[in-house]
């Protein structure tokens, strides 16, 4: 929050104080187009208002012309591009026709000629495409102190392994090897006649120390790079730290010695321990800084003893002076260190260097890999006032600005890359001549020119006409519409020495109605002339013979001067067309009360200053189309009303869109609605209901501004709901009664059936008459067997 309020007061302050045009107070032309980028001078010679000065010619090209100048008055050159020069990046495949590297293009364009004006940037698109089978030029630097005998062994059979390789990656790549100890003064190494010749203890045969030694030139020749390497022996020193920086300075700066060309260069620094850098000399005595030249005589590095090493910003300067791209290949120990270092280097890499030559070939293609799958531009030093704003497009699509905007990462080989530069300038350079600034991608050779032009004054200064009759008998030069007088004189023409603008017989004619008041209070008497002050704000100006009139003390409308619809002139408002009135705040036009019948106010009432007055008190609105009190009001607004109080009805879902053009306000109850003897203007009372059958009240209205306005109950009038747990209940003992009365009267039913049934049978039972002989068809279930020989005893 801070912050905004901050910010909110800076530019407040500023609109106070004008525009960057108006505040300059510009004297001339190129004085005025200096001052930013919107600024114009009006060079027409009838332009200024009697005591103005001629510094208001200058302001922002929209307001000059709102002032009355013609946009072909107008003076506002614009700055402009060119390019130069615009060879397409090479496309070409590995095994193709073999091209010399200044044939290789990598960047696109490479020379353009910007045009500035201040404050106007002016942009351009470069292109970066990897070529393919790019030559390579590898320079292997090592140091040869005692504790690095087993990387020597490995680095000895590296020349032809290396070379096998990198053919893989180039067709033309070259290797050199070159090393290194300490400084050859104490305390360093130490100096005794024995150690000089052998600073090795014991029965180690070791050689001279030394600083520097180029060792091998840059060579396609691999055996040569291991016959070489093969004679070289270990050396010694007495500190830790070793004198690299010494080393990799010579082999920056000495490019003819190195045999460098115009391509990709690569440094592989090879060592165990750490580093000197500056001001570490001073321990032998050695003062004078580093000169960053070459000092190489017999390929030996012979100024050791004399300046001091280098410092790290230093070395960054060279090698990227020198497009190299460093590796260091370092013992896991210095790990740490020289991750530091890297990210000191622009482009450069490190790599853990171990016990086997295949390891050190391994960290050295890992590590180009890595160092040209990415782009960092860079820019040589800009003249003071002008800047540069990178934006990269890189692969996938991502964009980047600010120092992100400087680099690309991931591009493999034949990837484009796109970054957009652009250049802006504030203010001219004092000579205002041409400038140049280079951009390259670091690493790379190869690099952009930019030709910079500055526009430091504008077109119809060479049509100026010196010592002109119109600048008072030649007293000035007369140009873009003004005088630009000569030295010791002034006015607006001219006309005055310096010496003689204040005497008393001057300040008489500035006196209104011989008043006491010079200017009226709002000027400076100048040469016998009202020149009017200036404003905070750089819309209001004084004008007139005595500055006594203005342009913003006229009657004002919707707080607006002049109702927005005029302009202030000496404190009366000049209306534009159908605008009449002091404040101009009375139109003329009748479209605005034009009903949707295409009546005049509807035809009940009068059109007045493009507002209705309905003569009919039952309308109101703005074409007194509105009957508040009307029937139909109530369910033509219902379902707004319902959607904007409630959220739901018909238009819940269009509700934003179809129900905007009223106020709705809530309240808690219905007393609390506006009533219709408490307002002063017609309200209608409504009561609606929705899909759920409850009842919802508001109250529909015009107010005295001619706005729709709702009152609503913000709470639904809904029919209580019926207690469930009784009906349930009720419900189940109805059943239970009913089941029982069912059954009873069943049961009841059953009885009275089984009586008449048993009455009926008794009855038929008196009735009947029963037959009492013997059944004709009856058979005794007793048979009789008499015994023939049974004689009844």
Known sequence: FCHYCFFSFVFTLFQIRGNECTITFAKHCGECIQAGAKCGWCKDPVFLKQGETVS?????????????????????????????????????????????????????????????????????????????????????????????????????????????????????????????????????????????????TGDQNCTSPFSYKNVLKLTSDGSKFNTLVGQ???????????????????????????????????????????????GDGKLGGIVLPNDGKCHLENNIYTMSHYYDYPSIAHLVQKLSDNNIQTIFAVTEEFQPVYQELKNLIPKSAVGTLSANSSNVINLIIDAYNSLSSEVILENSKLPDGVTIAYTSRCKNGLI??????????????????????????????????????????????????????????????????ESSDICHFGNGTYECGACKCNEGRVGRLCECSSNDVATEDMDRTCRKDNST?????????????????????????????????????????????????????????????MWSGNACDCSLDNSTCMASNKQICNGRGVCECGTCSCTNPKFQGPTCETCPTCPGVCAEHKDCVQCRAFGTGEK??????????????????????????????????????????????????????????????????????????????????????????????????????????????????????????QNPIYKSAVTTVVNPKYEGK
């Open 652 to 773: 819940k879902d269009t509700c934003e869109k179809d129900c905007n053009d009223f106020n709705l306000i809530k309240v808690k109850t219905r007393d609390k609605l506006p009533q219709p003897n408490d307002a002063s203007y017609p309200v209608m009372h409504c009561k609606e209901r929705d899909a759920n059958d409850c009842w919802f009240y508001y109250t529909f209205a015009i107010n005295n501004n001619t706005e729709k306005e709702v009152h609503v109950v913000d709470a639904l009038d809904c029919p209580a709901g019926p207690d469930i747990v009784p009906i349930i209940a009720g419900v189940v003992v109805g059943i239970v009664l009913i089941g029982l009365a069912l059954l009873l009267i069943w049961k009841l039913l059953m009885i009275i059936q089984d009586r008449r049934e048993f009455a009926k049978f008794e009855k038929e039972k008196q009735n009947a008459k029963w037959d009492t002989s």
């Open 56 to 200: 208001t010619r200058c302001d922002e090209v929209q307001s000059l012309m709102k002032r009355g100048c013609d946009i072909s008055m107008i003076e506002s050159p614009h700055g402009e591009q060119e390019i130069l020069l615009n060879k397409t990046v090479t496309n070409r495949k590995k095994g193709a026709e073999k091209l010399k590297p200044e044939e290789i293009t990598q960047i696109q364009p490479q020379r353009v000629s910007l045009t500035l004006r201040s404050g106007e940037p002016q942009s351009f698109d470069l292109k970066f495409k990897r070529a393919e089978d790019y030559p390579i030029d590898l320079y292997y630097l090592m140091d040869l102190s005692f504790s690095m005998k087993d990387d020597l062994e490995n680095v000895k059979n590296l020349g032809t392994s290396l070379m096998l390789e990198m053919s893989k990656i180039t067709s033309d790549f070259r290797i050199g090897f070159g090393s290194f100890v300490e400084k050859t003064v104490m305390p360093y190494i130490s100096t005794t006649p024995a150690k000089l010749l052998n600073p090795c």
């Open 232 to 278: 070289q022996h270990i050396s010694g020193n007495l500190d830790s730290p070793e004198g690299g920086f010494d080393a990799i300075m010579q082999v920056a700066v000495c490019g003819e010695h190195i045999g460098w060309r115009n391509v990709t260069r690569l440094l592989v620094f090879s060592t165990d321990a750490g580093f000197h850098f500056a």
């Open 400 to 465: 980047s600005e600010g120092e992100n905007g400087r680099r690309c990462s991931n591009i493999s080989i034949g990837d484009e890359v796109m970054f957009t530069i652009s250049v802006t300038s504030k203010g001219c350079p004092k000579q205002g001549k041409s400038e140049t600034v280079k951009i390259k991608p670091l690493g790379f050779t190869e690099e952009v020119e930019i030709i910079l032009n500055f526009i430091c004054d504008c077109e119809c200064h060479s049509e100026g006409e």
């Open 517 to 577: 008041d010079i200017c009226s209070n709002n000027g400076d008497c100048v040469c016998g002339t009202c020149e009017c002050k200036k404003r905070e704000n750089p819309d209001e100006r004084y004008s007139g013979q005595y500055c006594d009139c203005d342009n913003f003390n006229c009657d004002r409308s919707g707080n607006q001067l002049c109702g927005g619809h005029g302009r202030c002139d000496c404190k009366v408002c000049d209306c534009d067309p």
